[in-house]
T-cell receptor
Framework: GENVEQHPSTLSVQEGDSAVIKCTYS??????FPWYKQELGKRPQLIIDIRSNVGEKKDQRIAVTLNKTAKHFSLHITETQPEDSAVYFC????????????FGAGTRLFVKA | NAGVTQTPKFRVLKTGQSMTLLCAQD?????MYWYRQDPGMGLRLIHYSVGEGTTAKGEVPDGYNVSRLKKQNFLLGLESAAPSQTSVYFC????????????FGPGTRLTVT
């Protein structure tokens, strides 16, 4: 079946450093790629997303890049802060009437002060 | 505007018992979803609905049933609970068009003994 692979599963960085999380997807029909952040004991919340007609999108300290040919996309967090510590999920969706989203397994990010 | 709510928040069942999880959204969203979240496996789609009166199977539908009798509610049923269904269950909803962002409920922690 369709799947999304996410790496690394755990990432530890020093405050102020950058963090990069990478995902690959298998369904070539995927056209929407969201990233969700889940703090401990909380619900997942969307932090940024990108559509297949765009190669890069940036929102303050976070950015996402997409390479459709290689079927991979990445989340970049610059100037990390302790409050960035959370689990991050990438996902791929084909939208449309049979709308389904496949999530990656998640990356637990630790930002050390 | 409460967003997406779930009841109950916690539940302990014995093997073989049945229960229904209720999800409600007040955002007039067309799409609704049920996910389960297990350690190291991300979010896996159980069932979803693209509108009132319609449901479809997701990635892991076995052992679960759903109903969407009203647009704002999406019910998840376990007819005969098994220990393998111990998990955290999240409901989510999204608009029909414009943005595919999913809004998640707070989750239900279910333990089956």
């Amino acid at each position: 079946g369709e799947n999304v692979e996410q790496h690394p599963s755990t990432l530890s960085v020093q405050e102020g450093d950058s963090a990069v999380i990478k995902c690959t997807y298998s369904d070539s029909a995927s056209n929407y790629f969201p990233w969700y952040k889940q703090e401990l004991g909380k619900r997942p919340q969307l932090i940024i997303d990108i559509r297949s007609n765009v190669g890069e999108k940036k929102d303050q300290r976070i950015a996402v890049t997409l390479n459709k040919t290689a079927k991979h996309f990445s989340l970049h967090i610059t100037e990390t802060q302790p409050e960035d510590s959370a689990v991050y999920f990438c996902a791929a969706s084909n939208g449309g009437g049979g709308f389904k989203t496949i999530f990656g397994a998640g990356t637990r990010l630790f930002v050390k002060a | 505007n409460a967003g997406v709510t779930q009841t109950p928040k916690f539940r302990v069942l014995k093997t073989g018992q049945s229960m229904t999880l209720l999800c409600a959204q007040d955002m007039n969203h067309e799409y609704m979803y049920w996910y389960r979240q297990d350690p190291g496996m991300g979010l896996r789609l159980i069932h979803y609905s693209v509108g009132e009166g319609t449901t479809a199977k997701g990635e892991v539908p076995d052992g679960y049933n759903v109903s969407r009798l009203k647009k704002q509610n999406f019910l998840l049923g376990l007819e005969s609970a098994a220990p393998s269904q111990t998990s955290v269950y999240f409901c989510a909803s999204s608009r029909l068009a414009g943005t595919y962002e999913q809004y998640f409920g707070p989750g239900t922690r279910l333990t089956v003994t």
